[in-house]
């Protein structure tokens, strides 16, 4: 089985900046796909970012040049710096890991990015 824990949400001033964090154990293989999901109140989970295993990157429309997403095989951890955050970025992140020969995803339990204005 996969464990993934998210850590660095929490309430934050427009403008402002948090630094997302996915911790990874259990099984786990450097092959595997990593990224950002946020699901905000009454609305669809949809995906913020995403990371490959060889490090291509990919943003949704909403966080291009505001969020970073990174990965470091060796600390098995995911990243998400967030910056000049916005009230709309309000929502509960996930971090998902996808197994690279099967599609199956494995997600975390949430962490709660609250921006006011």
């Known amino acids: 089985q996969v464990q993934l824990v998210e850590s660095g949400g929490g309430l934050v001033q427009a403008g402002g900046s948090l630094r997302l964090s996915c911790a990874a154990s259990?099984?786990?293989?450097?092959?595997?796909?990593m990224g950002w999901y946020r699901q905000a109140p009454g609305k669809q989970r949809e995906l913020v970012a995403r990371?490959?295993?060889?490090?291509?990157?990919n943003y949704a429309d909403f966080v291009k040049g505001r969020f970073t997403i990174s990965r470091d095989n060796a600390k098995n951890t995911m990243y998400l710096q967030m910056n000049n955050l916005k009230p709309e970025d309000t929502a509960v992140y996930y971090c998902?890991?996808?197994?690279?020969?099967?599609?199956?995803?494995?997600w975390g339990q949430g962490t709660q990015v609250t921006v006011s204005s």
């Open positions: 998902n890991r996808r197994r690279s020969w099967s599609n199956v995803d494995y």
């Open positions: 259990g099984s786990i293989f450097n092959t595997d796909a």
């Open positions: 990371v490959t295993s060889d490090g291509r990157t």
